[in-house]
């Protein structure tokens, strides 16, 4: 006999109004499809009523866990994060300032937006993400944007990323309109940055210097390619980069995609397949995000720098002239 379902109420909320104050449970303010049955491998926020708590865990798993485990607990992963948030989200609108309420709402219709394209989800699963997106009006919303993964490019978990610091780190609001591309600068040789294990090194020495030495809340490049053309995901599509720097009180990181190819190209050339897989991506994303091929640049055209190479900087001329 399969296991029953455990308690999946999307939309009761509980809300700290201070800190020690007692939990105060909400029930949800639209319909939720609770017919499901249970597969293996059961997540242990499954059964948890919806908190801070549980959304947090929810990230946590998603990030350790979400993509090595059932695609029918990824796919709800995702949309009890959305329905969680929309819910906190109602509950808070009075409350807090409306730049905060908002981009909860932001977050969740782009979650809700990813289930319901995400081909494993269940009829029902794509019903729910339907409902939640009727009910978190557009006309409220700021422009929201997918963020699955392009094809062919590999999750952070095959390069095993460090959690995010979600408190460092700024959800994308504003309409991708720029990509900006970098080198990493990095000592080993493209030989080594060809495989996987060389690869998955650098990749984790940049996330570690990039939260550590500067604080930040995750890698900053939203992708980088190594050295065999293999793409990776970085920081997620959810949030802003941190990449292109500051130019007084603007930040060139709004609305900019930042991809890094892992190398240095003031003193070698990147390889054919990196070249080839930087050329993919790009015209995808600008493809999804109507990107034009303006909005393509190199770093050096934000700040003092000469990121990325001179090796590097012709294609990327090319590539926004194409």
Known sequence: ???????????????????????????????????????????PWADQTNSWAKLEAIHAWLDHQGD?????????????????????????????????????????????LRVQSDPLATEGQVRRAQRGLAYASPASAAPVRT??????????????ARPVN?????????????????????????????????????LQRIQKY????NGWGDVGYHFLIDAGGRIYEGRSMEFQGAHAGTDGASNNNVGNIGICLL??????????????SLEQLVRNLRSTYSIPSKGVSAHLDWKNTECPGHYLLPYVRQLARS
């Open 210 to 213: 990039h939260m550590t030495n």
């Open 263 to 276: 190398g240095n190209f003031d003193e070698e050339r990147p390889t054919p397949a990196a070249l080839r």
């Open 147 to 160: 963020t699955s993964l392009p094809p062919g490019v590999l999750p952070r978990s095959a390069w095993g």
């Open 166 to 202: 979600r408190s460092k780190v700024t959800p994308a609001n504003a309409p991708w309109r720029h990509i900006t591309i970098h080198h990493s600068t990095s000592k080993d040789s493209p030989a080594v940055l060809a495989t996987a294990s060389g690869a998955k090194s650098d």
């Open 1 to 43: 006999m399969a296991p029953r379902w455990p308690h999946l109420v999307a939309g009761t909320v509980l809300l700290a109004l201070v800190a020690c104050a007692a939990p105060r449970h909400r029930t949800a303010s639209y319909p939720v499809d609770t017919g499901y049955v249970e597969p293996m491998g059961t997540p």
């Open 68 to 112: 090595r485990s059932d695609p029918f607990w990824r796919v709800e992963g995702r949309l009890q994060l959305a329905e969680g948030r929309m819910e906190f989200y109602r509950a808070e609108l009075a409350q807090l300032e409306p730049g905060v309420s908002q981009q909860r709402l932001v977050a969740a219709r782009a979650d809700f």
